[in-house]
């Protein structure tokens, strides 16, 4: 397995504990996904994870000096005890000149198919190389809020790993363990934040 595809693990294991209990313009250049119902997010997002078999590390200076890239993808938001979470559409916007990212995840659906307000903001800028290869640190904000009346709110730092796939089209995966509040109970408890999103 590539450092890329064990950067994605996180996002794959959230993705699994959801899955066993079962339309907004974002940057120009992206359509924010949007979903139907949970099983609607979580057929797209088996959709994106199976695309990464063909994903590679890329250092930075193998990325472009300019020009953009818009990607769509999912984040998932998920209580690390539990299998209580929500899966949100992600546009993303990657400025290889000013090597700034931009974006926002919105249109989350919660795990027992009730639909979730408001969005994540996405943002960050510097493109280096880790030991994953090369990555941009971005800062993830804003507040949800379930049926149950309880907002979850993020400001947290992620690493947003970059790879490119057989047609050299770039992979942006990133996440994060924090402690927030439950959309379910209210009470505060460990959670997880994935964001997987390919190049369009």
Do not use: K, W
Request: glycine fraction near 12%; include cysteine; charged fraction near 20%.
């Amino acid at each position: 397995m590539t450092s890329i595809l064990r950067s994605a693990a996180a996002p794959l294991v959230l993705l699994a504990a959801l899955g066993a209990c079962s339309s907004s313009s974002g940057p120009e250049g992206s359509d924010l996904p949007a979903f139907s119902d949970f099983d609607d997010a979580l057929s797209y997002a088996e959709n994106v994870i199976s695309s990464l078999d063909t994903v590679e590390d890329i250092y930075a200076d193998e990325l472009p000096d300019s020009g953009t890239a818009s990607y769509e993808g999912f984040a998932i938001v998920a209580e690390a005890d539990s299998d209580a979470g929500a899966i949100g559409g992600v546009a993303m916007e990657l400025d290889f000149g000013a090597e700034s990212l931009t974006g926002r995840a919105d249109n989350f659906v919660a795990s027992d198919d009730t639909p979730v307000s408001g969005q994540l903001d996405i943002a960050g800028s510097g493109i280096a190389d880790d030991y994953l290869g090369a990555a941009i640190g971005v800062r993830v904000s804003g507040s949800l809020e379930g049926t149950a009346g309880y907002t979850h709110t993020i400001d947290e730092d992620v690493m947003m790993a970059i790879g490119a796939d057989a047609d050299e089209d770039t992979v942006l995966l990133g996440e994060t363990s924090y402690d927030g509040t439950s959309l379910v109970t209210g009470e505060t408890v460990g959670m997880d934040l994935g964001i997987i999103a390919l190049e369009q």
